[in-house]
């Protein structure tokens, strides 16, 4: 049982490129999600998703895609990298009982844009 | 959902109890107290949560004021690897759980 395991690990990208970063769970959850964490500061969340093929977007969307096409992974997607996008990315994963929405988070992914 | 406040940064004794509060003045009665931890560079982790009722497992207590407005994570015998920053979090169960900046509290020998 791995739980959220995120690829790659580390990124370097120049402006203008593209990249996906994959997060992977193996605990059936319905729930996903990707955040940031720039330096200093706490997690905000860029998009989500309740369920295979559906996704909503989060408190800073812009400039990023995702896809969840299977229940067990969720791309996230920058067209265009600029600088301001360099930050760790953290993938989690949920199951949502009717009392509480505990999230697993991955070890997270470490991009800079040069 | 409420926000939440925090001390930026405490320090605690190994050995001794670490009491992080939260203040969280606008809760709705329907919301609850959620607890994360983030060891350095690592994903956060759930550590316990709430709703009126105090709680405690394996890692920690919960201490809720009976009119919900604060509330104190009690780690009772701190250790070297509980030096983490630690966010309290308030959400209804929704989706969308919403990270402040945290207290980082540092274990010292």
């Known amino acids: 049982n791995a739980g959220v395991t995120q690829t790659p690990k580390f990124r370097v990208l120049k402006t203008g490129q593209s990249m996906t970063l994959l997060c992977a769970q193996d605990?059936?959850?319905?729930?996903m999600y990707w955040y940031r964490q720039d330096p200093g500061m706490g997690l905000r969340l860029i998009h989500y998703?309740?369920?295979?093929?559906?996704?909503a977007k989060g408190e800073v969307p812009d400039g990023y895609n995702v896809s969840r096409l299977k229940k067990q992974n969720f791309l996230l997607g920058l067209e265009s990298a600029a600088p301001s996008q360099t930050s760790v990315y953290f993938c989690?994963?949920?199951?949502?009982?009717?009392?509480?929405?505990?999230?697993?988070f991955g070890p997270g992914t470490r991009l800079t844009v040069l | 959902d409420a926000k939440t406040t925090q001390p930026t940064s405490m320090d605690c004794a190994e050995g001794r109890a670490a009491n992080l509060p939260c203040n969280h003045s606008t809760i709705s009665g329907n919301e609850y107290v959620y607890w994360y931890r983030q060891i350095h560079s690592q994903g956060p982790q759930y550590i316990i949560h709430g709703l009126k009722n105090n709680e405690t497992n394996e890692m920690a207590s919960l201490i809720i004021t009976e009119d919900r407005k604060s509330s104190t994570l009690i780690l009772p015998h701190a250790t070297l690897r509980d030096t983490a920053v630690y966010y309290c979090i308030v959400n209804n169960a929704g989706n969308m759980l919403t990270f402040g900046g945290g207290t980082r509290l540092m274990v010292k020998p």
């Open positions: 989690a994963s949920s199951y949502p009982k009717a009392s509480y929405n505990e999230q697993f």
């Open positions: 998703s309740v369920g295979e093929g559906t996704t």
């Open positions: 605990m059936n959850h319905e729930y």
